[in-house]
């Protein structure tokens, strides 16, 4: 299959249709264009449209390759009518950037170029338009197809980090699974086993020794209530992996991802299991915002006391926010709130995530 642009890029699509208003320079620049002139551009466009947003939709290579083929083709043609019509090949270069693998990407936009030349040699528009015409086509399509080319490998390497990140975290998940499993197999089984032995005891003696049946009793709540601080212990396990290794974590895919990491650790006083587990997810949280949608080169990671709380920060220079909260950011608000503290995300410049956590 194609790979294609990130959803990011969705607008972007339609904004890059400014530049077939090259194909309108011929016609007003031309004293002698007539109305034939205008309903060849608008054909040519109409012809383009549908082979241009069709380049968006997964393909297979193949198909792929056509597609740009028939952009190609289409400007080759257009070029007869209208010069302007050489901005196909720049559409059809940064379709092509996206073919893999990167060495079929660049044998293509190699050949664009070479399409270019051509229409430069068999065009019937006189000199020097003619280079007025061509010369802007063959530039962006060396540019804009190398550029999207490197997009193309940034894009796959971040596709992969996430689909990894996603394998980690499964097969981390199914191994703390195992455990809570076993833990709890290895501390109930036996317990409740003297339970069950310690009950039916007190039913015999109930009758015949009361007192001593009292003591059963007594046991049996004893039993019981260290059964139940043992599988607390066991769940709190399960839940937080830990500040620390959480923030170890972060540098790790902020690394893969090419973002420059920069992590701020202060003397921490010692956090209670909810509210490390609390703060562990929020970093995990705000990072993965970064890894997915900021297209940052730098972050800041800040874990420090600040008064009665302790305050992280995750800040990027990323493209901000608009305002939008997804269930990521809800579920962060809703952990920190139910512990009285607060979740504050400013996204004007680059994205800010500030939490603050009571330290008891």
């Given at each position: 299959m194609s790979e294609q642009p990130a959803d990011g890029t969705r607008w972007t699509r339609y904004i890059w249709l400014v530049y077939l208003g090259s194909l309108l320079f011929q016609p007003i620049l031309d004293p002698t264009a007539g109305p034939i002139d205008w309903v060849l551009t608008a054909a040519l466009v109409a012809a383009f449209l549908p082979i241009y947003f069709a380049t968006f939709r997964p393909h297979d290579q193949r198909r792929q390759l056509l597609l740009i083929g028939a952009m190609a083709g289409l400007a080759f043609v257009g070029s007869f009518v209208n010069g302007g019509a050489s901005v196909f090949v720049v559409y059809a270069a940064v379709a092509a950037a996206?073919?893999?693998?990167?060495?079929?990407?660049?044998?293509v936009i190699v050949a664009l170029v070479g399409l270019i030349v051509l229409m430069v040699i068999v065009s019937p528009i006189p000199m020097p338009m003619r280079l007025y015409s061509f010369a802007p086509a063959l530039i962006f399509t060396?540019?804009?197809?190398?550029?999207?080319?490197?997009?193309?490998?940034?894009?796959?390497?971040?596709?992969r980090l996430l689909r990894a990140d996603e394998e980690i975290e499964r097969l981390a998940t199914l191994g703390e699974r195992d455990r809570i499993a076993r833990d709890l197999h290895d501390l109930l089984g036996h317990t409740l086993s003297v339970i069950v032995v310690k009950a039916e005891l007190a039913g015999r003696l109930v009758a015949v020794e009361p007192d001593r049946?009292?003591?059963?009793?007594?046991?049996?709540?004893r039993i019981g209530r260290e059964a139940l601080t043992e599988v607390r212990a066991a769940v709190r396990g399960y839940r937080a992996r830990g500040l620390a290794a959480e923030i170890e974590g972060a540098e790790r895919a902020l690394a893969a991802a090419d973002v420059a990491v920069t992590v701020e650790r202060a003397n921490l006083p010692s956090l209670d299991p909810d509210r490390e587990s609390a703060l562990a997810l929020a970093l995990r949280e705000a990072v993965t915002n970064v890894v997915r949608h900021a297209d940052a080169g730098r972050a800041t990671i800040a874990v420090s006391a600040r008064g009665p709380d302790v305050v992280l920060e995750v800040a990027d220079d990323g493209r901000g926010t608009d305002g939008t909260e997804g269930s990521g950011l809800a579920g962060m608000r809703e952990r920190i709130s139910a512990l009285g503290g607060e979740v504050t995300v400013d996204g004007s410049a680059g994205t800010r995530v500030l939490v603050r956590v009571p330290i008891s």
């Open positions: 996206w073919l893999e693998p990167v060495r079929r990407a660049v044998t060396i540019v804009t197809g190398t550029a999207s080319i490197f997009e193309a490998e940034r894009d796959r390497a971040t596709r049946a009292v003591g059963e009793i007594g046991d049996i709540e």
